[in-house]
Every structure is written in structure tokens, then in C-alpha cells.
T-cell receptor
Framework: NAGVTQTPKFQVLKTGQSMTLQCAQD?????MSWYRQDPGMGLRLIHY???????DQGEVPNGYNVSRSTTEDFPLRLLSAAPSQTSVYFC???????????FGPGTRLTVT | AQRVTQPEKLLSVFKGAPVELKCNYS??????LFWYVQYSRQRLQLLLR??SRESIKGFTADLNKGETSFHLKKPFAQEEDSAMYYC?????????FGTGTSLTVIP
């Protein structure tokens, strides 16, 4: 039982490049979320999903896309990277609405 | 609108001293509140949630609906408590995190 896994751990992009951050969970959780963590800002919700085929925007969705084709996977796509997207990205999953969240180890992204 | 406020970015206490990390929330419904902790180079993990009323690693948190607060307390801080602490509010499908408090316990 690996819990929530994220790849890659580190990534450096140039402005304008695109990439996908991978997230997978093996706990059969319906709810999955993507957060970014910035100094002094805490964690801010980017996108979330309440089940396969269902996604919605969080607090800071601009510049990011998501899809949820399976229960296990919830990739986050950066369409055209910008320096403002330099951050640490965390994926999380939970069983249901008011259950605790389980977090992945994070992806540190730098956009130059 | 800021739903979770943690007024202290940094907090330092001496080992053995009591510690209180403040959290205030804004929500008109019945709140579901959590404290998460992030130790150095580790992922975020749940410390406690108000509905379970547990004491984890000596920490407790009481929900005060009148003051809309969910402060985290420990009577005697330990060096291993040094970490980043986040208060979080679950409403419907979304989680709202505070900006976090970095706790340093001085030996």
C-alpha cells in the first residue's frame, strides 16, 4: 500500500513549456485534489475531483488543467509554464467529503 | 474570502514550556476542522481532527464555536514538535488551509 505517490520529485521548466505532474493513489479514494504551497500563502487548492470523470476548479485554477479518467490517477497539466507557477505541488486524496486527506510527497517545480 | 486564519507565522518556545498555535475560521455552517503537521522533509500528515476529540502526541484542540477558534495546545513542548502546522477547514467538497505556523522548540 503506497498511499499517494507523485512524480517527478523535482522539475525545472522554461517559460512556455508544458508538462504533466503525475499523482496516483491506491486507497480507492473518490476525492483527489491538487494544491500548491508557497511561502506565506499556505496551501491553495488548484483543482479537485470527486470521482472518475468529475473535476472542478479550486481557488487558483488558472494555467492548470486536470482530468480524472480512473479512480487511481489524477494528473495535473501545466499548459504553458510561467515563473509564477514556481511552487511545491501536493496531491492529496480522501475517502469522502469530511474525511482526512492523505498527501503525496510533493513535486518541487521551478520555472525559469 | 479567507476562511482560515493563523495569525502567527513563526512561534518559538522553550522545551518544556506550554505552546498554543492559534487558528480562527470563518464558516456559517457546522465546521469540520483539522490540524495538519509537516515535519522537515516529510509530507503533510494529519495531527488531529476536532470530531475525534483525540489527543495526539500530547496535542489537543478544542472547537470554540462562539469565538470561531480551533487553537492547538500542548502543555509541555518537545524538540521533536518543531515543524510547520496548518489548520484546515473542510466545507462541502473543498478544504481550506491556513497560511501555517512554523513552530520552533528551543532546547
Amino acid at each position: 500500500n503506497a498511499g499517494v505517490t507523485q512524480t517527478p520529485k523535482f522539475q525545472v521548466l522554461k517559460t512556455g513549456q508544458s508538462m504533466t505532474l503525475q499523482c496516483a493513489q491506491d486507497m480507492n479514494h473518490e476525492y483527489m485534489s491538487w494544491y500548491r504551497q508557497d511561502p506565506g500563502m499556505g496551501l491553495r487548492l488548484i483543482h479537485y475531483s470527486v470521482g472518475a470523470g468529475i473535476t472542478d476548479q479550486g481557488e487558483v485554477p488558472n494555467g492548470y488543467n486536470v482530468s480524472r479518467s480512473t479512480t487511481e490517477d489524477f494528473p495535473l497539466r501545466l499548459l504553458s509554464a510561467a515563473p509564477s507557477q514556481t511552487s511545491v505541488y501536493f496531491c492529496a486524496s480522501r475517502r469522502g467529503v469530511l474525511y482526512e486527506q492523505y498527501f503525496g510527497p510533493g513535486t518541487r517545480l521551478t520555472v525559469t | 474570502a479567507q476562511r482560515v486564519t493563523q495569525p502567527e507565522k513563526l512561534l518559538s518556545v522553550f522545551k518544556g514550556a506550554p505552546v498554543e498555535l492559534k487558528c480562527n475560521y470563518s464558516y456559517s455552517g457546522s465546521p469540520e476542522l483539522f490540524w495538519y503537521v509537516q515535519y522537515s522533509r516529510q509530507r503533510l500528515q494529519l495531527l488531529l481532527r476536532h470530531i475525534s476529540r483525540e489527543s495526539i502526541k500530547g496535542f489537543t484542540a478544542d472547537l470554540n464555536k462562539g469565538e470561531t477558534s480551533f487553537h492547538l495546545k500542548k502543555p509541555f513542548a518537545q524538540e521533536e514538535d518543531s515543524a510547520m502546522y496548518y489548520c484546515a477547514l473542510a466545507t462541502g467538497n473543498q478544504f481550506y488551509f491556513g497560511t501555517g505556523t512554523s513552530l520552533t522548540v528551543i532546547p
